[in-house]
């Protein structure tokens, strides 16, 4: 106990030694330096290290030591992928970032809400990640009833899109995180209870994040009274003023006539208690269909043309304009767009709605981490569809560091060995010489 309470003052007075502005400067420095210091292996190490401390000083009591403790571990995961720390320190990383959650400010809960959901990519599928979301569901379902500051509530809802879509082993799952985000923009409230109007970015928000997890859905396995008001409230969000909105409203559309599940999340169809639908009401079913299609359609059409007021930006009227015409294009002829982007020297590309969803979600939580996942997170990879033409990397860049020193090392069992075989092989070719020098001398005489 002694050893590990001396670890975590000195990963604090680390993290603290400069003032609150200066955020993770110092150990974003002394990171940067270790990168281009000669000899790899003891990079490794040092990198280690100072996630290591980092990690100790979550446990610290004063909150800007670990919301500086949490930015530089996010700035780790986000320039290399921690595969070897992760197997150590997984459970105890995710156990302090739910109580950073728990008891934080709201700069803290936003740092730890990102780092959970980067170590679920990192994790990737299985029974860690699935244990990251049932351990977490509860934490952050507590934590949108605790305030409504709107970077709380955005960081929250797109750590539970992350670790849902990562650790979710089933529709059930899946579809109780997607009721939850619901819920932060639709709350079921009690007869004395005021509701608290959500912001247009979380709205934006919650509609992508929503949207994110849908694409992973059958969508015939769905709930139909759970979700049989959504269409009509997005195509109500098709009408506000917000820009943001309506894009992330008018792809939710788009997928969700893609998928083919119009009829579940349509208000007018009559379903039984086991969800499926009465025979009777087909034909009032395929009106009311139709019609919630002809009113999307011309709310597409309007936004692909709508005209620039005073104060609209360029940029996002731009924007909006060319995802509503895809949209369009969408509805009346059923093309998809399809999108390319490059990913260091290799192109990614998209051809359906909810690849294109899952590509603009994954990029927009990873950010400038965005591109190191793609080129080496096969998780990613095989979501996306992509492979990067330097899968297969020099075996070199995959070894551990203890493994590294093994071979690297000049000092190694291995490199003296390699040594001495090369001196031997120097001495009987300089020997071989030698012989064949005196030789020939012999047959001048």
Known sequence: MGKRNNQRKNAAMMLDSDDDNSSVSSTSTMRSDLMFAPGNDEVQVEKDSLLDQAVDALYEKRGSTREKALASILEAFNSSLQHEFVEKKFATLLHQCLNCIKKGSSKEICLASHVIGVLALTVGCGDNANEMLEESLPVISQAFKSGSESTKTIALLECLAIITFVGGNDPEQTEKSMQVMWQVVHPKLKS???????????????????????????????????????????????????????????????????????????????????????????????????????????????????????????????????????????????????????????????????????????????????IKHMQENELLQDVLGFTPKKKCLDSENRLSGSEKRMFRSPNSALNKARTQQLNKQRMLSAGKNIGRFAANVGDDV
């Open 192 to 370: 004395n209870v005021v509701a608290v109007k959500p912001s247009a970015t979380v709205i934006t928000t919650m509609v992508f994040a929503w949207s994110f997890l849908l694409t992973t859905v059958d969508g015939w396995k769905l709930n139909p009274k759970d979700w049989q008001e959504s269409i009509s409230y997005l195509s109500s969000l098709l009408d506000k003023d917000d820009r943001s909105v309506r894009i992330a409203a008018g792809e939710a559309l788009a997928l969700i006539f893609e998928i083919g599940s119009l009829e579940k999340f349509s208000v007018g169809t009559k379903s039984s208690d086991d969800g499926s639908t009465e025979e009777g009401n087909k034909p009032r079913e395929y009106v009311h269909i139709q019609g919630l299609k002809a009113k999307i359609i011309n709310q597409a059409r309007d936004l692909s043309a709508e005209a620039g007021g005073k104060s609209a930006a360029k940029k996002d009227l731009t924007n909006q304009r060319n995802m509503f015409r895809d949209i369009l294009e969408y509805f009346e002829d059923g093309y998809s767009p399809e999108i390319s982007i490059k990913v260091g020297s290799d192109l990614l590309q998209t051809s359906t709605w909810s690849q294109l969803i899952q590509l603009n979600f994954l990029k927009h939580f990873l950010g400038g981490g965005f």
